[in-house]
Structures are given as structure tokens and as C-alpha cells.
């Protein structure tokens, strides 16, 4: 379930996440969370990166957690399948 | 330049990676870093998550750090270029 300070990573290019954390805390969040699934995984970095080095320099990575989630069967897979999770933590 | 207990996570199949996790920690390793880059970095995340929930359970993530490194220019690039990059070590 998203939360309200959330910003879930999907195929969209970097950018437009990019400004949706940056609107979070011009908005007065303190801290936000970058989440991302599977391959998604690596653009959230990317999206976290540049947040931080090119935007906000005083937003700081406060915590990285990664996980694994179980897919249910849908119409590509007859089987649950494990995918790989990752929550970037950013605060000022 | 990697260390002794690195492994460098790239387009080979995840459980390649993950023999090479398991056989540093069995041939004695206390910690290792599990090193990508780019896309790479989604692949990494799942070779962690394989290594600990599938076959060394005592093994813990003790942290994760996220990075940029600027590639120089190459036959495909004319101008540098960033990457995004993780660090993930892993410890008993």
C-alpha cells in the first residue's frame, strides 16, 4: 500500500520521479521513501542520485533496505515468482 | 580496483554470482561486497537476496551504499557520461 510520502519507481523516465520527490519536500516532507521493484531497481538509484547530487544537496540517504516479494501467478506465469525489492530512505 | 572479497555483479546468470558469494564466505570470509553498476544494480539485489534467503540464512545485509562514477568518453560516447552504482555487504 503506497504511503503518503512514497514515490514508487516504475518505466517512466528519471525525470519525471526526479520531480516528484523534489515537489515532496518543497511540499514540507521530511523524509521520503523511493521504492522499486525488479528491474526497476536500478533507476531508482539513478533517480535517488540525481535528486541528491543535482537538486537537493542537502537530502541525504538515511536508509537502504532490499527484499524479496512473491509475485502471484497471473496470465504470463502459471507459478508465483520471487521479485526483488529495494526502499531508499531520503531525509533532510 | 577490487579487493580480495568483492564480486563484481554483470550480465552473467544470478547464480554465478551467487556461487562466487558462497564459496568466498565458505572458503573463510567474514564480509563481502557485492559490487554493480548501471542496470547491473537490479541484478545485484537479487543475488544478495538469493545468497540469504535460499542458502546462507545467518548471512545479514550490513549495509548499502549507493554512488554516481563519471565513465569517460568511449567509441559509443563522445562526452562522459554518469553511472549509478551500489555497494552491498554482506556479513555472518
Same mark, same amino acid.
Given at each position: 500500500?503506497? $504511503? =503518503?510520502?512514497? @514515490?514508487?519507481?516504475?518505466?517512466?523516465?528519471?525525470? &519525471?520521479? @526526479?520531480?516528484?520527490?523534489? *515537489?515532496?519536500?518543497?511540499?514540507?516532507? +521530511? $523524509?521520503? +521513501?523511493? =521504492?522499486? /521493484?525488479?528491474?526497476?531497481? #536500478?533507476?531508482? @538509484?539513478?533517480?535517488? $542520485?540525481?535528486? /541528491?547530487?543535482?537538486?537537493?544537496?542537502? @537530502?541525504?540517504? =538515511? +536508509?537502504?533496505? %532490499?527484499? *524479496?516479494?512473491?509475485?502471484?501467478? +497471473?496470465? $504470463?506465469? #502459471? *507459478?508465483? *515468482? &520471487? %521479485? #526483488?525489492?529495494i526502499e531508499?530512505?531520503?531525509? =533532510?
Amino acid at each position: 500500500m503506497p $504511503e =503518503k510520502n512514497d @514515490v514508487l519507481i516504475g518505466r517512466k523516465p528519471a525525470m &519525471n520521479y @526526479v520531480l516528484a520527490c523534489i *515537489t515532496l519536500f518543497h511540499g514540507g516532507a +521530511n $523524509e521520503i +521513501n523511493v =521504492k522499486a /521493484r525488479g528491474r526497476a531497481i #536500478s533507476h531508482a @538509484v539513478d533517480v535517488v $542520485e540525481i535528486v /541528491r547530487r543535482r537538486f537537493l544537496p542537502d @537530502v541525504k540517504v =538515511k +536508509n537502504i533496505d %532490499v527484499g *524479496t516479494e512473491q509475485m502471484p501467478p +497471473n496470465e $504470463e506465469r #502459471s *507459478t508465483p *515468482t &520471487n %521479485v #526483488s525489492t529495494i526502499e531508499i530512505t531520503l531525509g =533532510k
